[in-house]
């Protein structure tokens, strides 16, 4: 970027790239390049841009608001696979050992994503193997935190798993959503349902679990948010 575009308020095209865990050892050079070929894409809150019944054979590069790539039963009840955050990378790539056929991606919020072919995956990440490295480091990481999950579900109680998400998605809240200016402690961004599908149980499940946190002070629960107030607390009632 240069002084004259500073000067005239000209957003630096590679802010989101420098972000991304995968690109961090590249130059400013490198990445815009990269930013160069990477068209960007915006979805308004409870947008699916990636269905089961379509191939989605495409990288997303999340730079702003949350998605949340979920799958369904038969019977039509929803079991949320992640939430991720700014900075996150994630669509069909075979090449990555990652797939989307049989998942949804929700924009939780007003959400902008860079988006890259398999082709130029192929071609410009994959070839580098300082990317490549990051990107097996990165699904690595994702592959023990489903493991997680599927053992906290075996098991953990319903008011554990709760707990245990809240601390999670709190420490991943990044510094534009956790904390509101209002609200002093680290917060969730979720409604009840969302925040049941995650957990994997009933909405009026969460609910009872919630009010009875907000009893012994250990959360404070407003509409749309989830302040967790007494993390040391929360965390021994996770288990």
């Known amino acids: 970027m240069t002084e004259a575009d500073r000067d005239q ?46 191939q989605c054979e495409a990288l997303y590069i999340l730079k702003c608001g949350r998605v949340r790539v979920f ?20 669509g069909e790539m075979l090449l990555l050992g990652q ?63 709760v707990a245990a998400t809240l601390l999670s998605l709190a420490a991943e809240s990044t510094p534009d959503q956790s904390p509101r200016p209002e609200a002093p402690y680290p917060e969730v961004a979720l409604t009840h349902g969302q925040l049941a599908t995650l957990v994997g149980t009933a ?11 907000a009893e012994l002070g250990l959360v404070r629960v407003s509409r749309g948010h989830i302040a967790v107030v007494d993390p040391d607390r929360l965390r021994d009632a996770a288990g």
């Open 99 to 161: 797939r989307m056929y049989g998942n949804y991606a929700e924009a939780l919020d007003d959400v902008t994503v860079g988006v890259l072919s398999r082709a130029e995956v192929d071609r410009f990440l994959l070839s580098d193997a300082r990317i490549a490295t990051r990107l097996t480091e990165i699904l690595g990481r994702r592959l023990a935190d489903l493991e997680q999950r599927l053992s906290d579900t075996i098991f953990k109680s319903v008011s554990q798993r």
């Open 9 to 54: 308020g000209v957003p630096d095209r590679t802010w989101c790239l420098s972000a991304v865990d995968v690109f961090r050892d590249l130059d400013d050079v490198e990445k815009a390049a990269i930013a160069d070929m990477m068209p960007v894409k915006t979805y308004s809150s409870g947008d699916l841009f990636c269905t089961s019944q379509e």
């Open 71 to 90: 799958r369904l039963s038969t019977d039509g009840r929803a079991l949320t696979c992640v939430i991720l955050h700014p900075g996150s990378i994630f």
């Open 203 to 213: 909405r009026e499940s969460v609910t009872k679990v919630l009010t009875r946190f």
